[in-house]
Nanobody
């Protein structure tokens, strides 16, 4: 019902930058929350950043100060600017969209994009 198309991952050196994009299409509510989780091999999935249509933002402590999330509500697109990348940022980054009633939320996930930071 909702499709998420991710792009922007790649291979960069320590200290480099990447910009991730995620565009949602389908039956999208006017009020929703979008962002990224990441999963590294052998590690637990963690929230990286999120932003809802009311401009509320959440960052992981490791991302705060280096990453910036933004969105274009008219395009249902969210962006993650990642600066000062470190090897520990290496992971698959999964875009998500969450919408619906509090007691019946609908969550959707993108296909994932690989971010690799070398040193």
């Amino acid at each position: 019902q909702v499709q998420l198309a991710e792009s922007g991952g790649g291979l960069v050196q320590t200290g480099g930058s990447l910009r991730l994009s995620c565009a949602a299409s389908g039956s999208i509510f006017s009020g929703n929350d979008m962002g990224w989780h990441r999963q590294a091999p052998g590690k637990q999935r963690e929230l990286v950043a999120s932003m809802d249509t009311g401009s509320r933002i959440v960052y992981a402590p490791s991302a705060k100060g280096r990453f910036t999330i933004s969105r274009d509500n008219a395009k249902n697109t969210v962006y993650l600017q990642m600066n000062s990348l470190k090897p520990e940022d290496t992971a698959v980054y999964y875009c998500y969209l969450s919408q619906g009633y509090r007691l019946n939320p609908h969550n959707y996930w993108g296909q994932g994009t690989q971010v690799t930071v070398s040193s």
